[in-house]
């Protein structure tokens, strides 16, 4: 059974509904550790046909702890971000200051102090962004990804990404808790899909909040004449 895991979260996107019934024959705390761990990294994979059902079954059938499920899902998060995080570290970084003391990089208006401001930037700010990025699609995967360039505290980075995790992780089990006491099974799949549209409204509204916010101050420090 591990020996399919690769190959299933290759062809989620091709199938996810085929995924989706595969999971819920298949669940177990090692599968919901090892796909929110793919999900959390640079491959994606999308968290709501892991968790819910997770959670949904753990009502239903008592085969898993509800509260577990959310656990051992932050754990796989944390994992997988923990991948980028290092990976951005150990690669994304020397490839960014090369970039940035080339001729090219100079032509695209980027010098190494630049990076050196951005850096400093999230440094100040990257908790937050990391605590919030795990609460916004699309981002959730990408946030590990300056946090690694700009070397931001590991043990910071963890907290703070096992927090958005959580919070995000606890909402999908709520959200399976819920549908156990409303969906059947075999109407599980397309209640997801809905319910995972509206959260995904929420978190493109929570991104546009955040960039609203950071317009704001941008053109606050403007005014008074000091340099962002």
């Not at 080339?102 to 190494?112: D, E, K, T, V, Y």
């Not at 809905?194 to 509204?205: D, R, V």
Request: hydrophobic share 55%.
């Amino acid at each position: 059974m591990i020996d399919a895991i690769i190959p299933l979260a290759i062809t989620d996107y091709l199938n996810a509904a085929w995924f989706f019934d595969w999971f819920v024959n298949n669940a177990s705390y090692l599968f919901v550790f090892i796909f929110m761990m793919v999900e959390s990294s640079f491959i994606p994979f999308p968290s709501e046909v892991v968790v819910p059902p997770a959670a949904y079954l753990a009502v239903q059938k008592g085969d898993m702890n509800l509260f577990l499920v959310v656990l051992v899902a932050t754990a796989g998060a944390l994992a997988g971000a923990l991948v980028n995080y290092v990976l951005s570290l150990l690669i994304g970084r020397p490839i960014v200051y090369a970039f940035a003391n080339s001729r090219f990089g100079h032509a695209c208006l980027i010098n190494q102090e630049k990076v050196e401001k951005a850096e400093a930037y999230f440094d100040k700010h990257g908790a937050t962004s990391t605590f919030i990025g795990r609460l916004i699609p699309a981002v959730r995967q990408l946030i590990s990804i300056p946090a690694g360039i700009a070397r931001m505290n590991i043990w910071v980075f963890c907290i703070f990404t096992a927090l958005g995790a959580l919070v995000w992780n606890a909402i999908l089990a709520f959200l399976g808790w819920w549908l156990a006491q409303h969906v059947s099974l075999s109407g599980l799949y397309d209640a997801v899909e809905k319910y995972n549209g509206y959260l995904t409204i929420g978190g493109l509204c929570l991104l546009a909040l955040c960039i609203a916010y950071i317009i704001y101050n941008a053109f606050k420090t403007n005014k008074k004449g000091k340099t962002i």
